[in-house]
Every structure is written in structure tokens, then in C-alpha cells.
């Protein structure tokens, strides 16, 4: 069943030697799981095991495989070398300091996916920290990634949340508050979990050999390469755009659904456009282009909601600049640069349109309308996802009545809207006109009826806001894996209505307003 191609087709450490250190000339060091205490599952994706080929529900052997305390036949265990800008600043050697790839599975379909826990134990990488992963961590992230999945975002998946019986030491706002918190390991899926930090550390280590080792892999691997012909400066250029394109696209998702990453340095972008890494992410709940979950950015707000798209492109540039030994052509670079952010920005305009419900117009025209909308976001808290889920249900008809036509259309809005007064207070002006102009389009190009359908395909009624995802947590620590289990049923089907589902399409409550873990999230998420 399984497979160990990557560690087969490079150089890798196979020292077996403990301990955190430099380690060169690899691209990782084989390394086994530390065994747990008592690894009991708490949670499994019935479509991703599925997908894997893998029995529901598992056998003891596999929740022992999944813990960490046992190897299947034909696993070669493994901790990747890579490195990464942190925050701007090159960081030097990271490397999977807790994650462990258990091996490559063969799935009935035929494709190949790499199979990893985060949270197995320490590995060369894992510097002055433990290797381990907390319950309400590993539980954010198998959340997450499997709802991303069903909202049509390029994500890593997930197959396990595997409770370790092992208390874990964590400060959670590096405040001198530490507590023994519950661990677990969270086994995730991908074709690859390489990074443009795999790149970038042997760049900056002048391993030009092994640069060309690592990216000749990925390019016959994951971007249909021919195995035989050598491979070109011209072959590694187009693999360069490729990687352009794949970003844009995963970007132009976020911005659509109101994710935010948290944490976009350079060791947490996948090579193959997903989204990875689930830490102090977050979800837009009032718009607001400068927010960030995450505690540890709240003064520079590198990596806020609307500075996600410039960021990729500069951890792009760091791709570029690690892979120019291949590729020697500073303009042709530059240009798949410039060709990520065309692909963006236009992107980003198909993608509002979309989510408005309207054909594209004149491109000035379409500018100023998601414009003017964006303003009036900033006049007062608006929920992003239910207004653009609620605007479908505004009435296009017009109205010679000015302020009947307001009062018609503002009904459905009005739950978006975290101040209720508002809506006839100091948005009213603003909101009056721009639905004007909405309205008139909208009712130009498509039936209302028709309009709502497209809108509820690409606009979520469920998406697990960081309060909903703290409430599954809260449950499972009082061994209660019920609001887990809704949560995760809910966001599998999350353009779709559900009956006895309201309380996970509502607004972020007042008391999350500044609750640890609903709106504020550190690194060591
Ligand atoms: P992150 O910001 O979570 O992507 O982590 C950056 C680096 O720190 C990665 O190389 C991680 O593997 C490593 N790391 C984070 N948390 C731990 C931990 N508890 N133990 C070991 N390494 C860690
Ligand atoms: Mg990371």
C-alpha cells in the first residue's frame, strides 16, 4: 500500500541520529514517530480514508499508526529540510519540526498522496521546541482544511484526529501563562507537502546539485515533466509560472470565502498551490481589509486579509530568486511576477462579480461598484459572509417609492449587520445608493431566482468561524465530540441550506468578541 518515492529519489539522512541540528545536503532525515500514551481517535474523515483506500471505521492497528505508535509495513518515515522567510526576514534551516510523513499511499484511483502527522514527536528540525501538537490546534486544523476542501479551495486534507493521552506544556500567548493542555496529532493528505522553503534552503546554501534534484522531481511529479529528456532552464521557467498561476488561484479563493491564513511566510506556501498549514487562521466576520487573527502580527499586520495577495507575490519573488540558478533570466522572471498579479487582479474581479451574482460589465463600472461596496464595509461592521449569502434574497425590481424600494431591499441584509441601527443610521445613505446601482444591474442581466442560485454556489452559508471551531473544542475537552462532529457535517455542504443548522450560519456572538481563540489566535495555534 505504501510507497516512498520522494526519500527514494533524493538524498536523505539516514543518520537515525536524535537531536536538533543543521543538516545539509539532503532533503530530509528519515525519522520515526515518538510513541504516545494512549492514542485514542476522536475524530475521521470517512471520504478521505476512502479516497486512501483505507478501512472506516479503522482498526486499532491504523489509530496505532495514526498516534504514532506503530509503523505499517512499507512506511519510511520522514521530516523534510526546508527553509523560509519568517515575517519578512530569511529564517535560515525550519524543516518539519513536528511533522512526520508516515509514506506515500497508492490510491484505488491511481494517484499517489503523502500521508503526515502533525505532532509526532521531535525530529532534527524541531529547534527548542517538544514536536508536538495540542488537541485545540490539531482540531483547528482538521476543521479547517476539510472545510476548505468542500468550499472548492486548493487545501491539504485531512483523515484523523488522534488524541495522544499525553498533556502537552503550552503558552498560549507566549505571556508567561503556560498550561498543560491535551495533545493530539492531526494525519493530513497531500500529493506533496513541498514548500518554496524546499526550494529556498538550498539556494541560500549554494547546493546548486540539489536544487536542480528537488525541483527536477516536483516538475515530473506534480507539473508533467517528461521523465526522460533532461530538463531546461525553459522547462523550470514554465514550472515557475505554473506556480504563479496555482497561487493566484488558491488567493483569489481566500479572498472569495474570507480566509485568513495568518502565517504566510514562505515555509507555509505549498508548491502545488494549497492551502497549508492551519495555525493562527481565521475568518472574516465583519469586513475589514486590516484584520488578522493572529496576536503575534497584530502590530505590523503583514499578513492581514487584503495584504494576502501582495504577500504571495513577494514569497513568489523569494521562489523566483531561489530558483534562478536554474533559470538565469531576471526578466522572465520578473515577467511570471507580473503575470501573478494580472491573473490576480483579474481574477479577483470575475470572482466578485460572481459573488454579486452579476456579468461582467465595463471593467470601470465593475470596479466601482465592489469599490463603493467595500466602503460601505468600512462604515460599520458587516458580516462578509452573510451579507453576500443575504444578498441574494434583495428584490432587483425598481420601485418608484425611494424608500419603500430601501426598506424591501435592506430586510434580507439586516442580519449581516453587527449593529442593527445602523442599517438606517450612518450606512443608509451609502447602502441606498449602491443597492440602487445593484439592483439596476442585477435586474438587467438575470432573473432574481436565477441570480440567487449562481450567487449560493460560490457564496457559503457555512464556514467554521473561529467561535464555532472554539466551541467544538471547548465540547472535546469535556470528552463531548459532539459539536465537532456537527460542525464537521455542516461544512461539507456549505453552499447548501440545512435545516437545524442556524446556529452555525450566525454572526460571531458578542462574547467572542475577545475570546481567546475566537478572534485571537498566536503562532502557537
Ligand atoms: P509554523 O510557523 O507553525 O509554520 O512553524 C515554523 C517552524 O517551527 C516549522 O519548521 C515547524 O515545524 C516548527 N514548529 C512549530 N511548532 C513546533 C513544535 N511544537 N515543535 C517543533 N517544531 C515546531
Ligand atoms: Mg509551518
Given at each position: 500500500?505504501?510507497?516512498?518515492q520522494?526519500?527514494r529519489?533524493?538524498?536523505?539522512?539516514?543518520?537515525?541520529?536524535?537531536?536538533?541540528?543543521?543538516?545539509?545536503?539532503?532533503?530530509g532525515?528519515?525519522?520515526?514517530?515518538?510513541?504516545?500514551?494512549?492514542?485514542?481517535?476522536?475524530?475521521?474523515?470517512?471520504?478521505?480514508?476512502?479516497?486512501?483506500?483505507?478501512?472506516?471505521p479503522?482498526?486499532?492497528?491504523?489509530?496505532?499508526?495514526?498516534g504514532?505508535?506503530?509503523?505499517?509495513?512499507?512506511?519510511?518515515?520522514?521530516?523534510?529540510?526546508?527553509?523560509?522567510?519568517?515575517?519578512?526576514?530569511?529564517?535560515?534551516?525550519?524543516?518539519?519540526?513536528?511533522?512526520?510523513?508516515?509514506?506515500?499511499?497508492?490510491?484505488?484511483?491511481?494517484?499517489?498522496?503523502?500521508?503526515?502527522?502533525?505532532g509526532?514527536?521531535?525530529?532534527?528540525?524541531s529547534?527548542?521546541a517538544?514536536g508536538?501538537?495540542?488537541?485545540?490546534s490539531?482540531?483547528?486544523?482538521?476543521?479547517?482544511?476539510?472545510?476548505?476542501?468542500?468550499?472548492?479551495?486548493?487545501?491539504?486534507?485531512?483523515?484523523?484526529?488522534?488524541?495522544?493521552g499525553?498533556?502537552?506544556?503550552?503558552?498560549?500567548?507566549?505571556?508567561?501563562n503556560?498550561?498543560?493542555?491535551?495533545?493530539?496529532?492531526?494525519?493530513?493528505?497531500?500529493?506533496?507537502?513541498?514548500?518554496?522553503?524546499?526550494?529556498?534552503?538550498?539556494?541560500a546554501?549554494?547546493?546548486?546539485?540539489?536544487?536542480?534534484?528537488?525541483?527536477?522531481?516536483?516538475?515530473?511529479?506534480?507539473?508533467?515533466?517528461?521523465?526522460?529528456?533532461?530538463?531546461?532552464?525553459?522547462?523550470?521557467?514554465?514550472?515557475?509560472?505554473?506556480?504563479?498561476?496555482?497561487?493566484a488561484?488558491?488567493?483569489?479563493?481566500?479572498?472569495?470565502?474570507?480566509?485568513?491564513?495568518?502565517?504566510?511566510?514562505?515555509?507555509?506556501?505549498?508548491?502545488?498551490?494549497?492551502?497549508?498549514?492551519y495555525?493562527?487562521?481565521?475568518?472574516?466576520?465583519?469586513?475589514?481589509?486590516?484584520?488578522?487573527?493572529?496576536?503575534?502580527?497584530?502590530?505590523?499586520r503583514?499578513?492581514?486579509?487584503?495584504?494576502?495577495?501582495?504577500?504571495?507575490?513577494?514569497?513568489?519573488a523569494?521562489?523566483?530568486?531561489?530558483?534562478?540558478?536554474?533559470?538565469n533570466?531576471?526578466?522572465?522572471?520578473?515577467t511570471?511576477?507580473?503575470?501573478?498579479?494580472?491573473?490576480?487582479?483579474?481574477?479577483?474581479?470575475?470572482?466578485?462579480?460572481?459573488?454579486?451574482?452579476?456579468?461582467?460589465?465595463?471593467?470601470?463600472?465593475?470596479?466601482?461598484?465592489?469599490?463603493?461596496?467595500?466602503?460601505?464595509?468600512?462604515?460599520?461592521?458587516?458580516?462578509?459572509?452573510?451579507f453576500?449569502?443575504?444578498?441574494?434574497?434583495v428584490?432587483?425590481?425598481?420601485?418608484?417609492?425611494?424608500?419603500?424600494?430601501?426598506?424591501?431591499r435592506?430586510?434580507?441584509?439586516?442580519?449581516?449587520?453587527?449593529?442593527?441601527?445602523?442599517?438606517?443610521?450612518?450606512?443608509?445613505?451609502?447602502?441606498?445608493?449602491w443597492?440602487?446601482?445593484?439592483?439596476?444591474r442585477a435586474?438587467?442581466?438575470?432573473?432574481?431566482?436565477?441570480?440567487?442560485?449562481?450567487?449560493?454556489?460560490?457564496?457559503?452559508?457555512?464556514?467554521?468561524?473561529?467561535?464555532?471551531?472554539?466551541?467544538?473544542?471547548?465540547?472535546?475537552?469535556?470528552?463531548?465530540?459532539?459539536?465537532?462532529?456537527?460542525?464537521?457535517?455542516v461544512?461539507?455542504?456549505?453552499?447548501?441550506?440545512q435545516?437545524?443548522a442556524?446556529?452555525?450560519?450566525?454572526?460571531?456572538p458578542?462574547?467572542?468578541?475577545?475570546?481567546?481563540?475566537?478572534?485571537m489566535?498566536?503562532?502557537?495555534?
Amino acid at each position: 500500500m505504501f510507497d516512498d518515492q520522494f526519500v527514494r529519489s533524493l538524498p536523505f539522512d539516514r543518520s537515525g541520529r536524535a537531536g536538533t541540528r543543521q543538516v545539509s545536503g539532503v532533503a530530509g532525515s528519515l525519522v520515526a514517530p515518538t510513541p504516545v500514551a494512549a492514542p485514542q481517535l476522536l475524530a475521521w474523515i470517512e471520504d478521505v480514508a476512502q479516497l486512501l483506500g483505507i478501512a472506516s471505521p479503522p482498526s486499532r492497528e491504523w489509530i496505532e499508526a495514526l498516534g504514532g505508535n506503530r509503523l505499517l509495513d512499507g512506511m519510511v518515515p520522514y521530516a523534510a529540510c526546508y527553509g523560509g522567510h519568517q515575517f519578512g526576514n530569511w529564517a535560515g534551516q525550519l524543516g518539519d519540526g513536528r511533522a512526520i510523513t508516515l509514506g506515500e499511499i497508492k490510491t484505488p484511483s491511481g494517484h499517489r498522496q503523502e500521508l503526515q502527522l502533525k505532532g509526532a514527536g521531535p525530529t532534527p528540525y524541531s529547534r527548542n521546541a517538544d514536536g508536538r501538537a495540542v488537541l485545540r490546534s490539531s482540531l483547528r486544523e482538521l476543521v479547517c482544511s476539510e472545510a476548505m476542501h468542500h468550499l472548492g479551495v486548493a487545501t491539504t486534507r485531512a483523515l484523523s484526529l488522534v488524541g495522544t493521552g499525553d498533556a502537552v506544556l503550552r503558552d498560549m500567548f507566549y505571556n508567561g501563562n503556560a498550561r498543560h493542555e491535551p495533545g493530539a496529532i492531526c494525519a493530513r493528505v497531500a500529493p506533496s507537502f513541498i514548500r518554496f522553503g524546499n526550494f529556498e534552503i538550498h539556494a541560500a546554501r549554494g547546493d546548486i546539485a540539489l536544487l536542480q534534484q528537488l525541483t527536477d522531481y516536483t516538475v515530473r511529479e506534480f507539473f508533467g515533466g517528461t521523465a526522460t529528456k533532461p530538463l531546461a532552464p525553459a522547462d523550470y521557467l514554465q514550472f515557475f509560472y505554473q506556480v504563479c498561476l496555482r497561487t493566484a488561484a488558491m488567493v483569489i479563493d481566500w479572498m472569495r470565502v474570507g480566509f485568513v491564513h495568518g502565517v504566510m511566510n514562505t515555509d507555509n506556501m505549498s508548491i502545488l498551490g494549497l492551502t497549508i498549514d492551519y495555525g493562527p487562521y481565521g475568518w472574516l466576520e465583519p469586513y475589514d481589509p486590516r484584520w488578522t487573527p493572529n496576536t503575534t502580527d497584530a502590530d505590523g499586520r503583514r499578513y492581514a486579509f487584503g495584504a494576502q495577495p501582495r504577500i504571495a507575490q513577494w514569497n513568489l519573488a523569494q521562489l523566483a530568486r531561489a530558483l534562478r540558478p536554474l533559470i538565469n533570466d531576471d526578466a522572465a522572471l520578473a515577467t511570471g511576477l507580473d503575470m501573478y498579479w494580472r491573473e490576480y487582479t483579474a481574477g479577483y474581479r470575475r470572482m466578485m462579480l460572481a459573488k454579486l451574482g452579476l456579468d461582467a460589465g465595463n471593467r470601470d463600472e465593475d470596479d466601482g461598484l465592489i469599490a463603493e461596496l467595500l466602503e460601505i464595509f468600512a462604515l460599520t461592521e458587516i458580516d462578509y459572509t452573510l451579507f453576500f449569502r443575504h444578498l441574494a434574497n434583495v428584490p432587483s425590481a425598481p420601485s418608484a417609492d425611494a424608500k419603500a424600494a430601501y426598506a424591501a431591499r435592506v430586510a434580507p441584509l439586516r442580519d449581516a449587520f453587527y449593529t442593527a441601527a445602523d442599517v438606517d443610521g450612518c450606512a443608509a445613505i451609502a447602502l441606498t445608493a449602491w443597492l440602487d446601482a445593484y439592483c439596476t444591474r442585477a435586474h438587467a442581466s438575470n432573473a432574481d431566482a436565477e441570480r440567487a442560485a449562481a450567487m449560493n454556489r460560490v457564496n457559503p452559508l457555512y464556514v467554521p468561524r473561529n467561535y464555532l471551531a472554539q466551541q467544538a473544542i471547548d465540547a472535546l475537552e469535556r470528552n463531548d465530540a459532539s459539536v465537532l462532529q456537527q460542525l464537521l457535517a455542516v461544512t461539507r455542504t456549505p453552499y447548501t441550506e440545512q435545516s437545524n443548522a442556524a446556529a452555525f450560519a450566525a454572526k460571531r456572538p458578542d462574547w467572542a468578541r475577545q475570546k481567546a481563540g475566537c478572534s485571537m489566535l498566536s503562532c502557537s495555534s
